[in-house]
């Protein structure tokens, strides 16, 4: 295990070499344990380390914490004269965590910094999308799979004429459909705002035309229930009209005035 270049922490952290000594202690240690673990476990306890281990421990050319590195382990087994038993050396997963307590800041990894990456390379995909995923409008949202990238269908866009309503005998300005989608009403130079009842697939019909503004409509809005439209026109008014049985809609419930 390497752990950089002499030298190459930041300033009161441990020096690479004790940083890769430490490492290998632990690693030694484990193999050592898990190995006189299994020979006890299997009735060979002789009170001795298994032979590849006992053989490097005493040689001369081994490392220099190795020798306390034996005496430890053959404490916490039970492996010397007056052994009473075996102690169950720690899982590889205690090793793990012990080694990555071991790294210096610059070296570990911070705790979850793989969903970290994760996240943010999925977020990256979706604000750089060309189109955003309409599918989920209206629906619970479900976060986007990480078995692929991140790509919706392009949203179904307009690309024929179905319907042409031509009542109006100036210029149509605004039109705007009901919360329920059943009507549509469409304002104009000409000074009228007509009602259109809308039938699927494609068909519509007049069933109001609203007259009273003196200059051209250009905007209108409904209300939240669709019962009542609230124009505005450039005669410096603003309407409150209700929708009444088909036919021609006589006055507007309220005028509102105090534009100049």
Same mark, same amino acid.
């Not at 002789?46 to 005496?71: I, T």
């Not at 075996?86 to 990555?100: D, G, K, S």
């Not at 007049?206 to 250009?218: F, Q, W």
């Not at 809005?221 to 309407?239: G, K, N």
């Given at each position: ?66 020798? #306390? ?13 007056? #052994? ?11 090793? &793990? ?75 149509? &300005? ?25 039938? !699927? ?5 007049? #069933? ?15 209300? !939240? ?36």
């Amino acid at each position: 295990y390497e752990c950089g270049e002499a030298g190459a922490g930041a300033v009161g952290e441990p020096s690479s070499a004790t940083c890769a000594q430490k490492l290998q202690f632990m690693l030694t240690e484990q193999q050592i344990l898990e190995l006189a673990a299994k020979d006890l476990c299997s009735g060979g306890s002789s009170g001795e380390l298994p032979a590849e281990f006992a053989a490097a421990g005493n040689s001369s050319s081994s490392s220099s914490f190795a020798p #306390a590195a034996f005496a430890a382990v053959q404490h916490g087994l039970g492996l010397g004269e007056d #052994a009473v038993g075996a102690t169950v050396p720690p899982t590889r997963e205690e090793l &793990w965590e012990r080694m990555a307590d071991a790294l210096p800041p610059s070296l570990a990894v911070a705790p979850h910094r793989l969903s970290v990456l994760l996240w943010q390379a999925t977020r990256y995909q979706q604000l750089h999308c060309l189109y955003p995923d309409g599918s989920r409008l209206g629906s619970a949202w479900h976060a986007p799979s990480l078995l692929q990238d991140y790509s919706p269908e392009p949203p179904p866009l307009p690309t024929r004429c179905i319907a042409k309503l031509d009542r109006h005998t100036d210029e149509a &300005w605004f039109a705007t459909v009901s919360h329920d989608g059943r009507h549509l009403a469409s304002s104009s130079r000409d000074c009228s705002v007509i009602l259109w009842v809308c039938q !699927p697939p494609a068909s519509f019909r007049v #069933a109001h035309v609203l007259l009273g503004h003196t200059e051209p409509v250009s905007c209108a809005a409904w209300s !939240p229930d669709d019962r009542y439209l609230l124009t505005a026109s450039s005669d410096c008014t603003a309407r409150l009209w209700r929708a009444p049985p088909e036919g021609r809609c006589e006055s507007p419930l309220r005028i509102l005035r105090k534009h100049d």
